[in-house]
């Protein structure tokens, strides 16, 4: 359970690096789920913080509070957060190698919530392979 | 096979919990894949219908029929078909648990139709884990 | 390890299905993962060239090089190009039958440069099943 601050972008790697660890993990797959319709998961830049408000802000432009919704019953900010949720998604995968993600040197894991609100998010983590 | 009327989303979350029953499945992963370049799946909201207008009409604005598209042969739907598959993907897992997708509270599966006309869709499901 | 030409689409099926050959995989799944925040994987159409520079526009026109950025350090390319690998993603996955990928027939698999330069790119694939 990760609890965000409002919309913006979660650093989860550190999480998903110890259940790593915790599970004896040697060589496979990690799988990623977020149990979540205006939240998701996005691997990006873990190193200015900049490119962390920009991809926030990129997401306001491509769905803006003021589009032409239908679905407005839980508030401006809900059905914006459905449509970034649809194009960043909530299912991925990274490499695990001799006990560690295998990420690329700049790549991050986050948790990126979708509503203005802060909210308590639900991932789940699966490893598929062998022990190490 | 999925038949799609069109475009918009299609609820496939009854089939692929049904495959999931049927294989025998306990504890583990499914991988879903969409074999096309022009419909793709997307795991969002199953309580209000209008959410599911409201995410076409989002990836509508985001590749627009009169957009600047030089692969035209197939028709004004075409290419707009492919930039919206693009965006949202044909590849996605979702977790097992108990023998049951672990899907969140408000999470369906749907394959999404990018062409005005209907289409037979080719979908592949495949369980990794443990038996019931 | 894949050198790209600069912005645009690098066909990568033709590395993928030889991998999946010299692990003498049976029937599975192969899990394609990307080590780097401003390139991405798409399954896209490969048989009307017009289709990849039309999705390569398509990219532009949703995260424009004079965007509203902040970080702009690395150039103006650089921002754009960690939007466009967000929203395409850098984790999928592809079925495996009877020793080979089962693509639809028109899908390709993309390895999608976003920055202007020439670029290398490191993939890792992993096949998870049987042996043929």
Not at 89 to 108: D, E, I, K, M, N
């Amino acid at each position: 359970m990760i609890e965000t601050n409002g919309e913006g972008f979660t650093d989860i790697t550190r999480e998903v690096a110890r259940f790593i660890k915790q599970s004896g993990a040697g060589e496979g797959v990690l799988l990623i789920y977020l149990r979540h319709t205006s939240a998701s998961l996005v691997i990006q830049e873990n190193a200015d913080p900049d490119v962390q408000t920009d991809l926030a802000s990129a997401l306001r432009l491509l769905a803006p509070d003021n589009g032409p919704w239908v679905h407005r019953v839980e508030g401006p900010d809900d059905m914006p957060a459905h449509v970034k949720a649809m194009l960043t998604g909530v299912s991925l995968h990274v490499p695990v190698r001799g006990g560690a993600l295998a990420l690329g040197t700049w790549q991050g894991i986050y948790l990126v919530e979708h509503r203005t609100r802060p909210h308590r998010r639900e991932l789940m983590l699966q490893f598929i392979g062998s022990q190490a």
